[in-house]
């Protein structure tokens, strides 16, 4: 794969609508750089084709699914006391996006 350039992360950082200084760029093509180097050295590893992929970290993992209990939920009208405001069952909140 082709190292990540300064005009790469600017790019993705454009299309994040992130702009990032100066610093910050070469903050994240040192980051880069070292996961590249991470995964260089994982590569070099032998037979890894050939090791099957975990599903979880514990080898005696085993997943427990339990039944589903129903319970009494609190009553409308006494969630609906501590709002400031609300119409009908709908919590009314100020706008946060213009």
């Known amino acids: 794969m082709a190292k ?20 910050e760029n070469k903050m994240v093509l040192d980051e880069f750089d070292i996961i ?3 995964i260089n ?3 070099e590893i ?5 090791v099957e992929p975990m599903t979880h970290c514990l080898d005696d ?24 405001s609300h119409i009908n069952d709908e919590i009314k909140v100020p706008k946060v996006v213009e």
């Open 41 to 43: 050295i994982i590569n």
């Open 61 to 84: 993992f085993e997943a427990k699914f339990q039944e589903d209990e129903v319970e009494k939920s609190v009553d409308i009208d006494e969630l609906l006391n501590n709002c400031d």
């Open 4 to 23: 990540f350039t300064k005009e790469m992360v600017n790019d993705y950082a454009d299309k994040l609508l992130i702009g990032l200084t100066e610093e």
């Open 36 to 38: 590249d180097k991470n």
């Open 46 to 50: 032998d037979n890894l084709e050939q």
